[in-house]
């Protein structure tokens, strides 16, 4: 089967998620990972996950979201946690696209729920645009945290930085990006990637793989996206969808 290891089932673009969810089945997308970023998505992720099998939500609060985090709603996500089909913390990390101008308060909440990922026995996952730098500065320090390891969702860092998050356990995850035409580097970069660590993801509703770029991407485009892969490392695409099964069934715990 094909996992899709991050999609926003609960965001309001998708206005038929049974559908959405059915046309995934059909296309050999078993299981879909929710990703949410604040606590209401979180909530709505779970929801979702209840309703639907092969469903299962993630919880946590964006960096573009940071200002929201208290004390309240990390106490809510405690909560929310205790959910069994509640599977990692994010997508949480460091967003410098937008906003710089509150860089430490988004290192704080990062941190804040690194160590809550740590606490609740759960995986991380990692959502870093335009501060790569800083995340790495972050996880090197807290490395001895992630016990139950973590995830750089849509990654696109260097061949330096993928050896180095690979060294510290990670898994890296591979979207429609891979598939634009002008994505040779990044392509160079999931040929280095070792096929142990690969993850492949949509970001539904945003990122679709070409030629439906620019169209609504959805959970039913991950065997466009892993064909990709089995181009670019020359492994049968049978071989890659049972080897990536795995491996999201390790960091996921599904
Ligand atoms: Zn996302």
Redesign the pocket.
């Known amino acids: 089967m094909f996992i899709d290891t991050?999609a926003?089932l609960q965001d309001e673009l998708l206005n038929d998620v049974e559908n959405v969810i059915k046309n995934a089945k059909n296309n050999n997308v078993q299981k879909i990972i929710c990703?949410s970023y604040d606590l209401n998505s979180s909530k709505s992720a779970i929801k979702l996950s209840e309703r639907y099998e092969g469903v299962f939500a993630t919880v946590g609060v964006h960096p573009e979201n940071c200002e929201d985090y208290n004390d309240e709603v990390e106490k809510q996500l405690i909560d929310l946690c205790k959910n069994k089909k509640v599977v990692a913390i994010g997508?949480i990390g460091l967003d410098y696209h937008y906003s710089k101008q509150n860089k430490e308060l988004q290192k704080d909440v990062f941190v804040r729920q690194i160590l809550l990922a740590e606490k609740l026995d759960l995986p991380i996952v990692i959502?870093t645009r335009d501060a790569m730098g800083d995340t790495l500065d972050i996880v090197r320090k807290y490395k001895s945290h992630f016990k139950k390891g973590g995830i750089f969702?849509c990654f696109h860092g260097s061949k330096e930085v993928l050896d180095e998050i690979c060294g510290l356990g990670f898994y890296v995850s591979y979207g429609g990006a891979i598939t634009f035409k002008n994505a040779n580097n990044l392509r160079e970069i999931v040929a280095a990637t070792p096929v142990d660590r690969i993850l492949t993801e949509t970001?539904c509703p945003y990122m679709s793989p070409e030629p439906f770029r620019g169209t609504q991407n959805q959970p039913k485009n991950i065997p466009i996206i892993a064909q990709k892969i089995s181009e670019i490392k020359n492994i049968p695409l049978f071989e890659l969808e049972k080897i990536m099964e795995i491996n999201t069934k390790k960091i996921y715990n599904i």
């Open positions: 991050h926003h990703s997508e959502h969702h970001d």
